[in-house]
């Protein structure tokens, strides 16, 4: 039986296949509508979230399965003090198959321990978000036709956003990339990503100004700044607004550059840049329930 913890669990090979999957479910989406009849999803959501639940739960609807689950901690006995461990091993008498979000870092992984049927992690706390990198990857990979050979612009909260670490992590296995961390002081890349690369001889730069490099990229990667993982809202609301993308600075891009955005977006980018057709950001949503349906197959290993 198979997890999905940190988007380093597949490997580039299986990442393709993945995608390829990915790729004929968007083609062929009747050839795949039964696909899990009988099955059932559970979504234990112990953390906020619109597009990753739901998306999970498109997901398997569309591949005829069934979904059950809570989307908050306080309806679910974690409020009457149920550890992880326990309610998974609940959860595998209930469902096929189960994607966690939890605001501590690690809990998916402990679940994965007890646990009866796969579990995905659908993000623990600041630390990883492997099926929002899934997304990225098949999106840059659809939309760019290649994951090997840009300039990839990371902007926003680059400290505690774990979308960001996801995705350099899984980057740092395909050929001639090179990062450009956009970031205010306080919310710079992690050490541990920084020294990661430096081993790797990976090349990167780290930039306040996001005016300055945007000529250079092939790929900007906007993100929010984390609200809840920040320890006073002093300091949020002084960096909340600190990059605002607006069509100003959309002109210094190259024509072919790509705008990706997990979501939700709160100031970061400006309304009027969703016109522009290097805006990506929703098609990249659309791609999200693909590379979820994908993964759902794969864990079950289902063939169709
Ligand atoms: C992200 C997350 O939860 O980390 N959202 C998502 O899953 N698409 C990004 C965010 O919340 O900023």
Redesign the pocket.
Known sequence: MRHLMSPLDFNTQELDRLFDLAGDIERNPGKYAHACDGRILATCFY??????RLSFESAMTRLGGRVIGFSDAASSSASKGESVSDTIRIISCYADICAM?HPKEGAPMVAAEKSGIPVIN??DGGHQ?P??TL?DLLTIRSLKGALSGFTIGLCG?LKF???VHSLINALVRYSDIRFVFISPEELRVPDYITEMLKAKGIPYEEVIRLENVMPQLDLLYM??V?KERFFNEEDYVRLKDFYILNSDKMALAKKDMLVLH???RVNEISVEVDNDPRAAYFRQ?QY?VYVRMALILTLLEIQV
Do not use: I, V
Not at 47 to 52: G, K, L, W
């Open positions: 953390e906020p979230s619109t597009r990753t979000r659908a993000g978000h099926t929002q997304t909260d956003g774990r979308t993100t929010r984390q997990p979501l939700p949503a999200g």
